[in-house]
């Protein structure tokens, strides 16, 4: 217990204090809030905003999730079929790479046209920006498993999915979830930004309206909850982490010490 309060003081400590002179230097200048807001401003903005922002909140959560749970089962299959199917690796990987280079503010809006302001172009934009760092955290565990371990199995006879489901797989569990931490930052982010393209809901159109409305203060305060959800998320993933990898079973410790 002591260990964990050591480690959450210092970065509370510092976001207090930039708080602090956020708070001072906007009383100094006299910034008006349609620039830039004080902290006291925002967190009562919040407060009062409360269940739009709740409402806004659930609708970005709800896609968020479907979204990265979609990529996230994605990028596994891709990973396993491309480590299995070595030439299928060489042929597609490049490939993969190159998808990551098409910014998303081109996608975006060729998904509402050809699938509308519904559900499903969201959740396409989300999967496809978060199953990348998943199947690369994924491939990347796979290629790293004992390799004496290895031939021994394949010497007593273990057939090739008996070798990824005991040996390797467990063995890239802390690269997978390495990539499971870093897609679910980019799944809130890729949902704040579909949201504001096609729809009528969520926190990325919340920020949309308020902007339009000049209404800086209502954007702090949305921003705030995204920043919330993500640490949310990031948490969640994080506490699974030690549950099935740190803390699981010996085979899951002997594999995130391969």
Do not use: C
């Amino acid at each position: 217990m002591g260990s964990k309060r050591a480690r959450l003081l210092p970065p509370l400590i510092v976001t207090a204090a930039f708080l602090l002179l956020w708070q001072a230097a906007v009383w100094l200048f006299g910034t008006d809030a349609y620039i830039l807001p004080s902290p006291s401003a925002i967190a009562k903005q919040a407060y009062d905003s409360a269940p739009q922002l709740a409402h806004h909140m659930w609708g970005t959560l709800r896609i968020t999730l479907i979204g990265f749970g979609a990529g996230a089962l994605l990028g596994f299959l891709i990973a396993a079929l491309l480590h299995v199917i070595p030439w299928v690796k060489s042929g597609f990987y490049p490939l993969l790479v190159l998808s990551q280079n098409v910014p998303i503010m081109a996608i975006g809006p060729l998904l509402v046209l050809w699938f509308g302001f519904g559900m499903l172009p969201r959740v396409i934009l989300i999967a496809l920006v978060t199953f990348f760092p998943v199947a690369v955290a994924m491939m990347t565990g796979l290629s790293k498993s004992d390799g004496r371990l290895f031939e021994y199995m394949r010497m007593i006879g273990a057939s090739p999915s008996r070798l990824f489901w005991r040996l390797e797989l467990p063995g890239a569990m802390p690269h997978l979830f390495s990539g499971l931490k870093i897609a679910a930052s980019y799944s809130v982010i890729s949902a704040i930004y579909a949201e504001a393209i096609g729809s009528d809901s969520g926190l990325g159109y919340f920020i949309l309206i308020a902007q339009h409305g000049f209404e800086t203060v209502k954007v702090f305060a949305a921003i705030a909850v995204i920043v919330l959800l993500s640490l949310a998320l990031f948490g969640v993933i994080a506490l699974a982490e030690r549950l099935f990898v740190r803390g699981g079973s010996p085979r899951g410790k002997e594999g995130s010490r391969s």
